[in-house]
């Protein structure tokens, strides 16, 4: 033991065994998943149907390079996400994560501005408090400044605008459907400033997850934003990553936006941890124009369209839509925004709790009416995982700020099978983790 090196030097359990929303170590400690790891574990561990289907296609076959092949369990997971993808989304290209789909989702873009001639674009806009992944160009594309520091001379450059953020951004007495246009607004602002013609894209989470706590958009936002793309001919990029795959209540977070992207890009709870896998889903438009233009979009992985990860997808992906999950991710996700607002929402340092279906943020402040936020010196949210995994409860330290320093969020992501009793044995870990944190924190 100890020649694994990872996030930090910690000395963390050694985790051996799951089942349903609990993952066992090695001292035989339960831990209830409260955050399905990083909002992953959507079915919980141990699926029956998703062992089964793993273990049918490892029998017949593991891998064939898509250099030379394609398969069934591919053709089949990408035509059952065709079915059920937002408007006008008609092709997938299948990776093994989601840094790989954001990548994979700026490439495409900047080769389709090549195809139908216009080399110029090239600028991508993303916002500020996202996360996008760690993989050098979606690294580019996050919004805070903390992660791309060290590796600031490796990054192409990328315009931030503001996220839609109420909680923060909206103004005294504005309403949220004019916080929400002026909000999109910036995008219109930023594209004139950088010249329309050298735009390529803008990317945005639909809901913000890993750095902002379940941000989602207030109603009209993503309308205005796609409405400003379409004028300028800038292609919109959704990074439903996190908040996609029913997580949010409906398969794909935009379909509450009421708006479709040109590419959205998916992984996480695709394959629920079971196989690593993600995927870019793309337009006909897109397509049709490199498949007509240069012939193919030039990149690939050698995993990319693995069999076994695709048969585990779809295992997956079927079990969110045949058993029905999509109501009771908004029903459990109701129950569990009651009983967090019940337990914390007076809590002096608990300035706000938000979020969709199964997929909720809190965000602890020093004040609770200036909103301001702790000294990022403390690690309030560190110690908050902390003393959550003494309780035996896995909760997502989100963290970042306006400003792209560490911020202090707590982000929810349990299992769509999560129980009424399970939330309340949630909410109560998660009580007692917050106030030990604090309490140490403050004194
Ligand atoms: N995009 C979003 C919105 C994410 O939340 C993440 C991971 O947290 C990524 C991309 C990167 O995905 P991965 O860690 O699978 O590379």
Redesign the pocket.
Known sequence: MGHVFGRSNAQLPSAVRGEGCYIHDASGRAYLDGSGG??VSCLGHSDPDVRAAIHAQLDQLAFAHTGFFTSEPAESLAELLIEHAPAGIDRVYLLS??????EAAIKLARQYFLETGEPQRHRVIARRQ??????LG?LAAGGNAWRREKYAPLLVETSHIAPCYEYRLRAEGESAEAYGLRAADELEAEIQRLGPETVMAFIA?PV???TAGAVPAVEGYFKRIREICDRHGVLLIL?????GMGRTGTLFACEQDGISPDIV?I??GLGAGYM?I?AMLCTAKIYTAIAEGSGAFQHGHTYHGHPLAAAAGRAVLTGILGRNLLPQVRARGEVLQAALTEALGQHPHVGDIRGRGLFRGIELVADRDGKTPFNPALKINAKVKRFAMDEGLICYPAGGTLDGQRGDHVLLAPPFIISEEQIGELVGKLSRAIDRALDGAIA
């Open positions: 990083a909002a994560g989601g840094s790989e789909a954001v996202s996360y996008h992944g760690n993989t979606a989470e913000v997850g890993a990074d439903e990553v996190m908040c890009t992984a996480k690593p993600g």
